[in-house]
């Protein structure tokens, strides 16, 4: 009898065991649960809670170097918002910023002496500009509604030398020279004196105008 009855109490101290264990892992993992439900709800209340962003305004920002030299500002001029950039001898030799009273977009580079080169873009297309160390407009590259374009100027500024047009599908290359005669081959627009009328010449076809813009000499 004894034995039998150590046996039982062996059996239900296991169980009771057992059944301890497993509310000790259901308490445990309700514990876990409640955690991360509360930890979901901290995410999401910080993820939505707006943020108060204040922005910083000023009419210029200048960048200066270790030696507390100018290298670098932001700033608005005539043609717009722009970054300038200076040498170490506060030369500007850069900028990048807007153009033609903020109607457009340009990045300009310059070299000693007054050499530049300027990309700018506008409504009508983007200008390849470029001037000599004298600081003299000399060559343009665009890209009008038009059509492209190549211009060489003359030194005095006085209109382009050698002009490569090609407008409305049509090739034209003027040469002219500093008295004012000019020389077009390839297709061009005539007016008759008499009817009004407008000729468009073929781009094999070459014409001499004078000074005063009178043909001297076409053919065919």
């Given at each position: 009898m004894a034995s039998h009855e150590q046996q039982d109490l062996v059996t239900r101290l296991e169980r009771l065991e057992r059944e301890n264990r497993r509310l000790?892992?259901?308490?445990?993992?309700?514990?876990?649960?409640?955690?991360?439900?509360?930890?979901?709800?901290?995410?999401?209340?910080?993820?939505?809670?707006?943020?108060?962003?204040?922005?910083?305004?000023?009419?210029?920002?200048?960048?200066?170097?270790?030696?507390?030299?100018?290298?670098?500002?932001?700033?608005m001029e005539a043609g717009g918002p722009g970054l300038v950039l200076?040498?170490?001898?506060?030369?500007?030799?850069?900028?990048?910023?807007?153009?033609?009273?903020?109607?457009?977009?340009?990045?300009?580079?310059?070299?000693?002496?007054?050499?530049?080169?300027?990309l700018i873009f506008r409504q009508d297309g983007p200008h390849l500009l470029l001037f000599d160390t004298n600081g003299k407009?000399?060559?343009?590259?665009?890209?009008?509604?038009?059509?492209?374009?190549?211009?060489?100027?003359?030194?005095?500024?006085?209109?382009?030398?050698?002009?490569l047009i090609i407008e409305n599908d049509a090739p034209q290359l003027q040469i002219s020279d500093q008295e004012g005669f000019t020389a077009v081959l390839g297709s061009n627009s005539l007016v008759?004196?008499?009817?009004?009328?407008?000729?468009?010449?073929?781009?094999?076809?070459?014409l001499l105008f004078g000074k005063e813009r009178e043909i001297i000499w076409r053919t065919p």
């Open positions: 000790k892992q259901a308490g445990a993992l309700a514990v876990l649960l409640c955690c991360s439900v509360f930890l979901m709800g901290q995410v999401k209340t910080r993820q939505v809670k707006p943020r108060t962003v204040r922005p910083v305004e000023a009419e210029q920002f200048v960048l200066k170097d270790i030696e507390g030299k100018k290298r670098a500002e932001l700033l200076y040498d170490h001898e506060g030369n500007r030799i850069g900028r990048f910023g807007g153009v033609g009273e903020g109607n457009g977009a340009g990045l300009s580079l310059q070299g000693p002496g007054g050499s530049r080169v300027s407009f000399r060559t343009e590259l665009g890209a009008s509604a038009k059509g492209p374009y190549l211009f060489f100027n003359d030194p005095k500024e006085k209109g382009p030398r050698i002009a008759s004196t008499k009817t009004k009328e407008v000729q468009r010449t073929t781009a094999a076809s070459l």
